[in-house]
């Protein structure tokens, strides 16, 4: 089977750096931290939902994503139209084009995003889903919260949740 390839670059952000990636078919992943820090993740990751990949350095593919970032960090951007290459189960790309439509600035909880896909009582796993998106901040999953209106985990950490939900204008 010929190897498919992964081209990533590395960007700066307000919330530290980030592993941006994209395949032929679009953005499949953001990671927060270093390349260097995430490469075992990120392949094995990728050896599950691509089968034989090569991550290769190429920020002029992944120019348009970087440039949403950066505007969407400084203000000027609140939604994102970057194609997108979400793998996943079935359940979870459901959950992930969900979680898109949650508007800039506003939050739900699992039980919500469960609503939204005729899942209402799958609230765990809509929230197992929720922390296997593979592409935060872009499909927003920081926008969910507890249904007692708490912040509840983030792969980010709960700090890097409640920094994008202040950026975004949402009263914490």
Same mark, same amino acid.
């Given at each position: 089977?010929? +190897?498919?390839?992964?081209y990533y670059?590395?960007?700066s952000?307000?919330?530290?750096?980030?592993v941006?990636?994209?395949? $032929?078919?679009?953005?499949? @992943?953001i990671?927060?931290?270093?390349? +260097? $820090?995430?490469e075992?993740?990120?392949?094995k990751?990728?050896d599950r939902?691509?089968?034989t990949?090569e991550w290769?350095?190429s920020?002029s593919k992944?120019?348009?994503?970087?440039?949403?970032?950066?505007?969407?960090?400084?203000? +000027?951007?609140?939604?994102f139209?970057?194609?997108?290459?979400?793998?996943?189960?079935?359940?979870?790309?459901?959950?992930?084009? !969900?979680l898109t439509?949650?508007?800039?600035?506003?939050?739900?909880? &699992? #039980?919500?995003?469960?609503?939204?896909?005729? +899942?209402e009582?799958?609230?765990?796993?809509?929230?197992? !889903?929720?922390? #296997?998106?593979?592409?935060?901040?872009?499909?927003?999953? @920081?926008?969910?919260?507890?249904?007692?209106g708490?912040?509840?985990?983030?792969g980010?950490?709960?700090?890097?949740?409640?920094?994008?939900l202040?950026?975004?204008? &949402?009263?914490?």
């Amino acid at each position: 089977m010929p +190897s498919t390839s992964i081209y990533y670059t590395e960007v700066s952000s307000p919330i530290g750096p980030l592993v941006v990636a994209a395949s $032929d078919r679009g953005l499949c @992943h953001i990671e927060f931290g270093r390349f +260097s $820090d995430n490469e075992a993740d990120l392949q094995k990751w990728s050896d599950r939902w691509f089968g034989t990949t090569e991550w290769e350095e190429s920020g002029s593919k992944l120019t348009e994503a970087q440039n949403q970032l950066e505007q969407y960090f400084d203000g +000027s951007r609140s939604t994102f139209d970057v194609p997108l290459d979400l793998r996943g189960t079935p359940f979870q790309v459901k959950v992930w084009r !969900a979680l898109t439509q949650v508007p800039y600035g506003q939050v739900c909880s &699992y #039980k919500d995003i469960g609503r939204a896909i005729q +899942s209402e009582k799958a609230v765990r796993a809509v929230g197992g !889903a929720n922390n #296997k998106n593979p592409v935060p901040i872009i499909v927003p999953c @920081h926008r969910v919260i507890g249904a007692d209106g708490s912040m509840v985990g983030y792969g980010g950490g709960l700090d890097v949740k409640t920094r994008l939900l202040r950026l975004e204008g &949402y009263p914490i």
